[in-house]
């Protein structure tokens, strides 16, 4: 056993042994994230609920796994019951949903926010949020006057703002420091209802299993027609797809996976920087082209030939003309001239007097000078830029 494996296995088992005093020193921690999943038995999970569902509604209540898009798209339904319960819902499915409702079924939305179009529909502009700690869920209808719920965990504080003269309010929320807010309305859509309360919190185990808050829950759903009512779940689409899932779900293999990683990140960590080659400085290939068409240059002005020159920059210009802009150069009149305009977008002015420089750079009796090379490789080099 050679001096290496005798550090990795030490450094190992000091791992494990710090992991298993960690598990075995680890309080049970509540969670309470806000999921509304029907299957999580956390305070905010909806797992009550899911098993008394079918009581609540007696027997009639079908659980839908496919988005309302989906199922309208392959069902045809007569008038019943629609259930939303803080779920995302997409635009196409809001616009099926509503199909329903003006049909004559009913829609009971129990979400915190819906997008701002469907609000608009219904017969609210906004909801406004408040910051208390503890507030009432009370209904308006005198009868329901004795069942209410107190949240005193983590309330959202959502109520409405902005209702249309036209939509019920059907229950409050009551707060120690402020009046009363709309939380449940009602509102007529086509020859069904609409009915939404921005807070979902009262369908959750938390206050589920507080003795007596399972009345305000009945009233609430006493204002749907007794008939089949569907309830939108679609819970594979919160199912995790990561090939993962299943270690990462149970606490002991999540451990032991991180360790087999941090294992293999200290392997990988000590023989990298034991065995890595030293790497050999090579010089980066000089670019010669740049000093290569310096000196061209430099040769052309030493001859002084600047005709030459200007016969070279006129040619290379037509020939980017030709290739780049798919203009005819073999008669530079003032057709040509015309296309050039309408595709570089130049003044006239100046592609006739580059004009004029070509032709006097191609006629081999004239007589050029210094600045008129200049001058020419200005004016064709700004026509193309």
């Not at 008669?331 to 006739?352: Q, R, V």
Request: glycine share 4%.
């Amino acid at each position: 056993m050679n001096k290496t494996f005798k550090i990795y296995a030490a450094i190992f088992i000091i791992i494990m042994v710090i992991l298993a005093l960690l598990e075995v020193n680890k309080k049970e921690v509540t969670d309470w994230r806000k999921n509304f999943d029907p299957n999580e038995k956390s305070p905010f999970g909806l797992f009550v609920f899911n098993e008394e569902v079918n009581h609540l509604f007696k027997n009639n209540l079908k659980k839908i796994n496919q988005t309302p898009y989906d199922f309208y798209g392959q069902n045809k339904k007569n008038l019943h019951n629609i259930l939303i319960i803080e779920k995302e819902i997409d635009t196409e499915s809001w616009k099926k949903i509503l199909s329903e409702v003006s049909k004559g079924s009913d829609a009971m939305l129990i979400v915190s926010q819906v997008p701002q179009k469907v609000s608009d529909t219904i017969g609210y502009y906004d909801s406004q949020v408040s910051f208390s700690d503890e507030s009432v869920l009370k209904l308006t209808d005198k009868k329901y006057r004795n069942d209410f719920i107190r949240l005193d965990k983590f309330p959202s504080g959502r109520s409405f703002t902005y209702i249309k003269p036209e939509v019920e309010i059907l229950g409050k929320t009551v707060e120690k420091s402020s009046s009363d807010h709309a939380d449940f309305i009602k509102t007529k859509f086509g020859k069904g209802n609409i009915y939404v309360h921005c807070e979902p919190l009262f369908l959750t185990n938390y206050y589920l299993l507080q003795p007596g808050n399972i009345k305000y829950t009945q009233d609430v759903f006493s204002y749907l027609n007794d008939r089949e009512t569907l309830w939108f779940i679609d819970n594979d689409a919160k199912v995790s797809r990561f090939f993962m899932r299943f270690i990462l779900s149970k606490p002991a293999l999540k451990y032991a996976w991180w360790v087999l990683l941090g294992g293999l990140v200290l392997f990988i960590f000590f023989n990298a920087k034991r065995k890595q080659r030293v790497v050999p400085i090579v010089e980066p290939l000089k670019n010669t082209s740049v000093d290569f068409v310096k000196s061209i240059g430099n040769l052309y002005l030493q001859e002084g030939d600047f005709h030459d020159m200007m016969a070279k920059k006129a040619q290379y210009f037509l020939n980017k003309v030709r290739m780049e802009l798919l203009i005819d150069t073999q008669n530079l009149d003032s057709e040509f001239a015309k296309k050039l305009h309408l595709k570089t977008g130049k003044t006239m002015e100046m592609i006739n007097e580059g004009i004029d420089l070509i032709k006097k750079a191609q006629d081999p009796y004239s007589s050029v000078m210094k600045e008129d090379l200049g001058k020419m490789n200005k004016i064709l080099d700004e026509i193309l830029k």
